[in-house]
Nanobody, 123 residues
Framework: QVQLVESGGDLVQPGGSLRLSCAAS????????MGWYRQAPGKQRELVAT???????NYADSVKGRFTISRDNAKNTVYLQMNSLKPEDTAVYYC?????????????????WGQGTQVTVSS
């Protein structure tokens, strides 16, 4: 019904930049909160940043001032611009979206996750 497709992960040197994208497609009525989470090896998945439908943003303390989340509602896409990357930013980054879908004639609000994209920060 709904798919989230991420792109943009890569190997980058410390101090470098990357831009992640996540596009939602399917039987979408509206998209509420969108966000990015990450999971490093041996660690729990953690919140990186979220953005509401009204463009209210929230960031983890560890990325404030370095990462910027944004969204393009016309394209059902959320972005994460990551600057001044550090080795500790290495993780699989997952896109999340709180989406209201249409099922027959009814609306249903559900959570969706992308498949993940690898970000590696290393010299």
């Amino acid at each position: 019904q709904v798919q989230l497709v991420e792109s943009g992960g890569d190997l980058v040197q410390p101090g470098g930049s990357l831009r992640l994208s996540c596009a939602a497609s399917g039987s979408i009525f509206s998209i509420n909160v969108m966000g990015w989470y990450r999971q490093a090896p041996g660690k729990q998945r953690e919140l990186v940043a979220t953005i509401s439908s009204g463009d209210y943003t929230n960031y983890a303390d560890s990325v404030k001032g370095r990462f910027t989340i944004s969204r393009d509602n016309a394209k059902n896409t959320v972005y994460l611009q990551m600057n001044s990357l550090k080795p500790e930013d290495t993780a699989v980054y997952y896109c999340h979206a709180d989406i209201t879908i249409v099922v027959l004639t009814a609306r249903s609000r559900r959570n969706y996750w992308g498949q993940g994209t690898q970000v590696t920060v290393s010299s």
